[in-house]
């Protein structure tokens, strides 16, 4: 079975602060790899993916993640955050070989002005 | 890119009766559909898997009689919550993936039900 933890539930940033989101999967296999956030009172938009290459992946709005295959993690970063990237963000993990995709708990991002 | 839709996007309905969510995949063939349900502050929980033309596959722990799923077509799943309670109260979200394994899945934008 495929878990996924996000370590932080709640963080709360200054603009122009940078940010890191941690993201541990549990997987036996080869991983496709999700980050998805959610802005309020919208729905999901995925923000990047890694399915195989380069493990640091670039995604929108300035996102990126790095996956680091010995530590099973696929952390999210930004250099400068925005008051406009206030907004929950999910990791989750596919299984290559398998259908579903498994999200982590959510970490909810407050970006002050 | 791909874009899902869910109809409708509220819906208040009496305790007892049954309320259905269609999710629809507008410019692509979706043979893969999944149902998540979100409870409030929380994360997204699959509640079943839905292949174009066959039964749906359902998560441990979530009863297939009461959530009835539907694949009839490469662009619409639908999803039945029968004899509705209170307690089926959340945020119902669809995703479709339009191929495999590559693929990655698009969201709907969600169907807030309360059941009064």
């Known amino acids: 079975a495929q878990s996924v933890s996000q370590h932080n539930h709640h963080v709360i940033l200054s603009e122009a602060a940078s940010l890191e989101l941690g993201c541990n999967y549990s997987y036996g296999g080869t991983v496709n790899l999700f980050w998805y956030v959610q802005y309020p009172g919208q729905h999901l938009q995925l923000l990047l993916k890694y399915f195989s290459g380069d493990p640091l992946v670039k995604g929108i709005k300035g996102f990126e993640a790095e996956f680091i295959k010995s530590k099973f993690s696929f952390n999210l970063r930004k250099p400068s955050v925005q008051w406009s990237d206030t907004a929950e963000y999910f990791c989750?993990?596919?299984?290559?070989?398998?259908?579903?995709?498994?999200f982590g708990g959510g970490t909810r991002l407050m970006v002050k002005p | 890119g791909a874009v899902v839709s869910q109809h409708p996007s509220w819906v208040i309905c009496k305790s007892g009766t049954s309320v259905k969510i269609e999710c629809r995949s507008l410019?692509?063939?979706?043979?893969?559909m999944f149902w998540y349900r979100q409870f409030p502050k929380q994360s997204l929980m699959l509640m079943a898997t839905?292949?174009?033309?066959?039964?749906?596959?359902?998560e441990q722990g979530v009863e297939k009689d009461k959530f009835l799923i539907n694949h009839a077509s490469l662009t619409l799943s639908t999803l039945t919550v029968t004899s509705a309670h209170p307690e089926d109260s959340s945020f119902y979200i669809c995703?479709?993936?339009?191929?495999?394994?590559?693929?990655?899945?698009?969201f709907g934008p969600g169907t807030r039900l309360t059941v009064t």
């Open positions: 995703s479709a993936r339009d191929r495999w394994p590559a693929g990655e899945q698009y």
């Open positions: 839905s292949n174009e033309g066959s039964k749906a596959t359902y």
């Open positions: 989750a993990v596919n299984g290559y070989a398998g259908n579903m995709l498994t």
């Open positions: 410019d692509f063939q979706a043979t893969t």
